[in-house]
């Protein structure tokens, strides 16, 4: 099983912000990586797939980047509607597995 | 609208078994895999099943496999979980997701229903 690690926990950030975030594969995934926003009492959002690409509907401040066993998440300047858990997924083998999350939250 | 609308879950004892179910609104059910994802109170996401388009492939997590069979009927446009032999670690929110294309990433997803395994 790929073991995803997430850092941090959480990231205690304002408003307009740059925030960025790490996912790390036990094992080289190539680029199947994925990346979820989820907010309390909602289903989780597909935000980037295969590491860089933006799912339908996806601001341009979100950008994913990275291969192997070392992926990003970056929002180049946070809005409100931002702070949530962020999931990382990844689809090389199976299990899928998820990432532990990093919340977002507001300093 | 495109959405899934999860039901079934609820209270039950340790051991018992439970069915979910999951409808599929406005897009072609079996043109497409579908997974279950759950999430235990305060926790992250936890992959559960998925089903391939076709219907001929199913993949399980080990934590569930052997328990629980994931199947769909296609003329009714319903994704299930039949979840026997349930544990106290089995409670979570369940989510139904539509995996998007090929890619087994999951575009599309309900709103989750609560599977809480008691005594």
């Known amino acids: 099983e790929i073991v995803l690690t997430q850092s941090p926990a959480t990231l205690s950030l304002s408003p307009g912000e740059r925030a960025t975030l790490s996912c790390r594969p036990s094992q080289s995934v190539s680029s199947y990586l994925a990346w979820y926003q989820q907010k309390p009492g909602q289903a989780p959002r597909l935000l980037i797939y295969d590491a860089s690409n933006r799912a339908t509907g996806i601001p341009a401040r979100f950008s994913g980047s990275g291969s192997g066993t070392d992926f990003t998440l970056t929002i180049s300047s946070l809005e409100p509607e931002d702070f949530a858990v962020y999931y990382c997924q990844q689809r090389s083998n199976w299990p899928l597995t998820f990432g532990p999350g990093t919340k977002v939250e507001i300093k | 609208e495109v959405q899934l609308l999860e039901s079934g879950g609820g209270l039950v004892q340790p051991g018992g078994s439970l069915r979910l179910s999951c409808a599929a609104s406005r897009f072609t059910f079996s043109s497409y895999g579908m997974s279950w994802v759950r999430q235990a109170p305060g926790k992250g996401l936890e992959w559960v099943s998925t089903?391939?388009?076709?219907?001929?492939?199913?993949y399980y997590a080990d934590s569930v496999k052997g328990r629980f069979t994931i199947s769909g009927d296609n003329s009714k446009n319903i994704l299930y979980l039949q979840m026997n032999s349930l544990r106290v670690e089995d409670t979570a929110v369940y989510y139904c997701a539509k995996v998007w294309g090929n890619t087994w990433y999951f575009d599309l997803w309900g709103r989750g229903t609560l599977v809480t395994v008691s005594s």
């Open positions: 089903i391939s388009g076709s219907g001929g492939n199913t």
